[in-house]
């Protein structure tokens, strides 16, 4: 007797709640980014004259010591990255059927997010 494939809305799923992390994380991800957009937009607005070194100001300043600026700017781009890449992943996931070919442009998703990583790190961190 052969096994049935359970498709469509009768599809079998891998354990309690499935994809329910993924939702969590687009949405906390999702805040920090709407929040640090925020704080650079009124950033930008409270500039008097918007040169060189009040932008540089917008991701290096510092309080108490601590370089809230550089901390914020990196948690908002870390943020973007793992948003990006649950985003990127269900696009593959969904709508490559390949499985190699699926597994070649996760790699080369994760290599590409990892890179602007590190170069965002690298210029940012040497201001």
Do not use: C
């Amino acid at each position: 007797m052969a096994t049935q494939e359970r498709l469509g809305t009768k599809r079998l799923v891998v354990g309690a709640h499935y994809g329910t992390m993924d939702f969590i994380v687009q949405r906390v991800t999702a805040i920090i980014m709407a929040i640090y957009t925020l704080v650079l937009f009124l950033g930008i607005i409270f500039t008097s004259e918007m040169n060189f070194e009040n932008w540089r100001h917008l991701f290096t300043f510092a309080w108490f010591g601590l370089p809230v600026g550089s901390l914020l700017a990196t948690l908002a781009f870390l943020s973007l990255a793992w948003h990006a890449w649950i985003g990127v992943r269900d696009i593959w996931m969904d709508y490559v059927r390949s499985a190699g070919l699926r597994l070649f442009l996760q790699t080369l998703t994760i290599l590409w997010l990892v890179g602007a990583v590190v170069f965002f790190a690298k210029i940012l961190w040497s201001l």
